[in-house]
C-alpha cells in the first residue's frame, strides 16, 4: 500500500458502513496513490434535519396565517419565502460535507464553503464537544484542524458519531506528512 487511503475502507465508520471513496487520485513527486475521503451525515439522519429545518422554518407560519389585521398578500409573500428558506435548508443540509483530497480539505456547511490547503494546516487534533445537556444524538468527540496561525477549524462529520476518530486522525496525520 503506497498511501494511507488506497482502497474502500470497511472499518472507516463506527457503524460498519464505508466512508464514501472517489477514484483514486495521485500527488506529489513520487506520484502516491491517495483516496479520497468524503465525511457525511448518515443517510438515516438527514430526515431528522429536515423535519427540525420544517418546524423551525414553517413554525412562524401559524400565528401568521391567524393574524387578523395583516393583509392577505403579505401572508402570500411570508409564506413563499419562509418556503423558500425551507427548501434552500433542506439541500444545503443534504450536502453539507467534509471532503478531504490531494489539494487540502473542502468543508462545506449549511451558511459557508471553505478550503484549507495542505500548507495551511499543522496539526489535527480531537476535542470533547461541547453539546447542549440533554442531547444524545450529539458527538461526544469532535475534530479540529488547527492552522499555522493558530486557529481551530472544525471538520464537520469527522467525529464519533461518524467515523472512529483516533483512526481517521492518524490517517489525517499520515496524508498531511505525505503532502509536505
Given amino acids: ?3 494511507p487511503w488506497t482502497g474502500r475502507d470497511r472499518r472507516a ?5 464505508p466512508v464514501r ?3 483514486t487520485l495521485y500527488w506529489g513527486p513520487r506520484r502516491r496513490r491517495i483516496m479520497t475521503r468524503e465525511y457525511r451525515v448518515r443517510p438515516g439522519r438527514v430526515f431528522g434535519l429536515v423535519v427540525v429545518i420544517a418546524f423551525v422554518t414553517m413554525a412562524p407560519l401559524l400565528p401568521l396565517w391567524t393574524a387578523t389585521g395583516l393583509a392577505g398578500a403579505t401572508k402570500r409573500l411570508v409564506s413563499v419565502v419562509l418556503l423558500a428558506l425551507f427548501l434552500v ?3 444545503r443540509a443534504g450536502r453539507s460535507v467534509t471532503v478531504v483530497d490531494s489539494t487540502g480539505i473542502h468543508i462545506r456547511t449549511l451558511s459557508r464553503t471553505r478550503h484549507l490547503g495542505w500548507s495551511d494546516v499543522q496539526d489535527f487534533r480531537s476535542a470533547p464537544s461541547n453539546r447542549a445537556p440533554g442531547r444524545s444524538d450529539a458527538p461526544d468527540t469532535v475534530t479540529y484542524a488547527h492552522t499555522h ?3 481551530r477549524v472544525l471538520l464537520p462529520y469527522v467525529d464519533d458519531r461518524h ?3 483516533e483512526r481517521e486522525i492518524r490517517l489525517l496525520r499520515a496524508a498531511l506528512r505525505q503532502s509536505g
Fill in 13 to 17: 465508520r463506527t457503524d460498519g458502513l
Fill in 1 to 3: 500500500m503506497d498511501g
Fill in 149 to 151: 496561525g493558530g486557529r
Fill in 89 to 91: 435548508l433542506c439541500v
Fill in 21 to 23: 471513496t472517489c477514484p
Fill in 163 to 165: 467515523v472512529d476518530v
